[in-house]
């Protein structure tokens, strides 16, 4: 090991700062995302099928809903903005503004140069799970999502029936793309449902069963017209694998809200993020 200087403690004595103090983030309007919320009636469906995925489009103003149906059940979730699918959902930024796991209130932010927010959290039957003794927490934006090329790189597989295979073929099945091009729209998730942390002695990624059960539901605010996609994860609840047609599996099902008309009055989507794009380039 490399020598550890005198002043060793003193340094990892130092306190913490957050990388991002979100005080200034503008508060969603959540009394009024409830009362629109309250006006809505359902007004279209998707039934995700187990170890599948399938997209849904979500006009801006609308809510979508994703249930566990038939058994325990995580979801591998991507977004883009249904216009322009190089505007998608930024996880790793998304993890920056507020946390690993996210809840009500919190907001899922798109790619530069666009970022600003595609979603807002309206409910979480599981907001009541917090942070287990292991540290771990529920609908994380830490993963990535389960893929092919890992596996065969961990176990030379060949499966195909990873979320970012499922996200892949549901994609190509809603635009038209060619699989290689729908390949590349294909991006980190929010894991819905998941129960996933950091171990404090390795700091790697953990997974375990997750504490989802049929009834629960994460509730959606769309903030702009999005095109959603859904994986049910090959893990079902990711008590024990993934990539691999091993674990029980269940679908997931996805519901489209409309509020009344009138009812969002005054509200917009949000404008593209400020600022001015020239990089400091004369
Ligand atoms: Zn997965």
Redesign the pocket.
């Known amino acids: 090991m490399a020598h550890i200087p005198d002043d060793a403690a003193k340094r990892r004595a130092i306190k913490p700062v957050i990388c991002y103090p979100n005080n200034t983030l503008p508060a969603p309007p959540m009394a009024l995302y409830r009362a629109a919320r309250d006006s809505a009636r359902k007004v279209d469906e998707a039934i995700v099928p187990a170890r599948d995925a399938r997209c849904f489009p979500v006009p801006a103003g609308h809510f979508f809903r994703i249930t566990s149906i038939e058994g325990p059940q ?1 979801g ?1 979730l991507n977004l883009w903005h249904a216009a322009n699918l190089n505007e998608r959902f930024y996880s790793g930024k998304t993890r920056a503004l507020h946390g690993t796991h996210l809840t009500t209130g919190m907001r899922l932010w798109s790619s530069f140069p666009y970022l600003r927010p595609m979603a807002t959290i309206l409910e979480d039957t599981l907001e009541w799970y917090g942070k287990d003794e292991w540290g771990g927490a529920v609908h994380d934006v830490i993963g990535t ?2 893929d092919p090329y890992t596996g065969n790189l961990l176990s030379g597989s060949q499966y195909h029936h ?3 295979s ?1 996200l892949t073929r549901a994609l190509v099945d809603h635009t038209g793309l060619q699989p290689d091009q729908a390949e590349r729209q294909v991006h980190d998730v929010l894991n819905v449902f998941m129960c996933t942390g950091f171990t404090r002695d390795t700091g790697q990624y953990f997974m375990k069963a997750s504490p989802v059960r049929p009834g629960d539901y994460l509730e959606f605010f769309a903030e702009i017209d999005l095109l959603g996609s859904l ?1 049910a ?3 079902g609840d990711c008590s024990s694998e ?2 691999s047609d091993t674990a029980a599996c269940f679908p997931l099902l996805v519901e489209i809200f409309q509020p009344a008309a009138g009812v969002l009055k005054g509200w917009t989507p949000p404008p593209l993020n400020g600022y001015d794009g020239s990089h400091g380039i004369a």
Do not use: A, K, L, Q
Request: glycine content about 8%; aromatic content about 0%.
């Open positions: 995580v591998d999502r389960c990873c979320c970012h499922n994986s994860c090959p893990g993934h990539s």
